[in-house]
């Protein structure tokens, strides 16, 4: 009897499914430790992509990891990914210190330029990155930082993506001295930062569309941007295909800029199933290009 269960228990194992690696988080301590999700198709000496993700004014960790819910994409296609945090302000709320208009309020000095780079140097001291393939994203608050790494540490990045985040209100304050692709994603009803530019208390951003043609112009581009399809599906609230994309073309430096518009979302919308492949999709067809 014992020996006929101990032969339908070995056939039981091995007729399961034998259960699949998961992927490492490698917490890298100090002063604003961080923890790097490895995919489980890393190979060291294969340089991967890296994206830094950041969360926006008042999220607390892991807010970007769950909200942009990259996990199950950047494993299949092996992308190195970082959560970091921001640093307190005086009501205790976590920001970046992007922009003049979002959302250092207390006018602090933290060098969170400087900060991100370090990822990326520490990241790549450690694990095989390819540089070609850095990218940022950001939702609201870390939308504005992605804007200003892009502007100011062009050299460093491939690619942003930016959720309800604009660029500099004023052109001249972004410089970058490398092509960076740029993905605008914004709700035509955000209330928080709108889709037709304005202020936070006395502090100006511009708009999404502006933003892009900024970008647009930056990385010598046609006149002017065109609708294509396919529509996308990004927020799981709205029904159907409810974002439009506007690309522009024949951009002379090899980097590209467009708005995704998600029409009638809002300033944090309830992003879809599909969203995750779209914009790492995005990132990965748009690595950096020397010219």
Known sequence: ???????????????????????????????????????TKYQAGTPAPLIIALHGYTAENPYAESYFALGKVADEKGILTVYPSGSKDSNGYLFWNATPACCNFDSSTVDDEAYLLSIIDSVSKDYSVDPARVYLMGHSNGGFMAHR???????????????????????KSCKPTSPVSVLQIHGTIDAVITYTGG?????????????????????????????????????????????????????????????????????????????????????????KKRV
């Not at 990385?219 to 799981?236: A, I």
């Open 1 to 39: 009897m014992i020996r006929a269960r101990l032969s339908i228990l070995l056939l039981l194992i091995s007729i399961l499914p034998i259960s699949q690696a998961q992927a490492t988080d490698v917490v890298y301590p100090g002063e604003r430790p961080f923890t790097l999700v490895v995919p």
């Open 149 to 171: 790494m892009a502007c100011n540490q062009s050299d460093r990045i491939a690619a942003i993506v930016s959720l309800a985040g604009t660029t500099y209100s004023n052109p």
């Open 199 to 287: 202020y936070l208390f006395s502090s100006a951003y511009p708009s999404a569309r502006k933003t892009i043609d900024l970008w647009g112009k930056l990385n010598e581009c046609g006149k002017k941007p065109y609708r294509v399809l396919p529509r996308l599906d990004l927020d799981s609230k709205l029904s159907g295909l409810e974002t439009t994309v506007l690309r522009y073309k024949g951009c002379k430096t090899g980097a590209n800029s467009e708005l995704w518009t998600i029409n009638k979302g809002k300033h944090s919308p309830e992003l879809s199933a599909t969203f995750a492949k779209s914009v790492v999709d995005y990132l990965l067809t748009h690595p």
